[in-house]
């Protein structure tokens, strides 16, 4: 605060708004709830809460400050604070703006002759939003989908596809990582996702000839056929130095390096 009458100033400060739209969640019903918004404190051992009251001793200098904390949630967006007193015949109030976001997150992308990008329909989360992974495990996209061609060659070229599989990638994390809620509800599983490292896989990976799913047929897979996959794409992973995370689908981690 500059340029102010000298005294002590009441500023409250409040969470105006939290815009999730820009980080990937195109889903507003129901809105995100005010506890995702984050907290404000003011003293380092307050509980925290969407509004908070700091006071200000402004001297003859007319300047004065106070610290006040934001704490995020783990839901990534832009936050609006804003900041007003009445005191000693002011009428001031200003807002800053908060991002909160993983930085450096980088969309992948791969040649379809190499890596297919395959999600269930999710008007919540565009398939434009979903595939956004940090530096270091776009290497190991790139390192997972060389070695299940590889076990795949090993393991399936009798059965006649001598190319090996392409592998099929489902969901990553959102380009300003934090929570990604499958469900469009803000609650829900999938607590990684959270950071670009993470990275999961579809059971079925694709025929590099007919360019479909394989088995090359219609219909879900059997018992022994899941468990086959799964086998294939945890040494694909380990082999990719990856971690295997058990997930009812499949998901290799890439953990910061
Ligand atoms: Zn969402
Ligand atoms: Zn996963």
Sequence with gaps: MFGAPAGTYQVSLKIES?????????HTDPPPPEELWGRLSVDSGGQGARQATCSIQVGPRGSG???????????????????????????ESLSTQVDVRVPSLFRASGSPQYLRFVRSKDSGHVDA??????????????RLANAYRIVTVEERSDEGYTLGLILSVNDMSLPWGG???????????????RKGTSIDI????????TDRPVPNREGHLTTEEIERSRLEV???????RGRVVPEEDFHCEFDAE
């Design 18 to 26: 939290f815009d999730a739209q820009i980080s990937g969640h195109a």
């Design 65 to 91: 400050s106070c610290d006040v904390t934001y704490q995020a949630s783990e839901v990534s967006g832009r936050v609006k604070i804003r900041a007003e007193t009445t005191d000693n015949g002011l009428d």
């Design 129 to 142: 939003v979903a595939f956004a992974l940090a530096p270091h495990a776009l290497l190991g996209l790139q």
């Design 179 to 193: 929570k990604f809620d499958i469900t469009g509800e803000w609650t829900g599983d999938h607590n990684s996702h």
């Design 202 to 209: 579809n059971k079925r990976g694709f025929d590099r000839l």
């Design 234 to 240: 945890s040494e694909a992973c380990d082999n990719a």
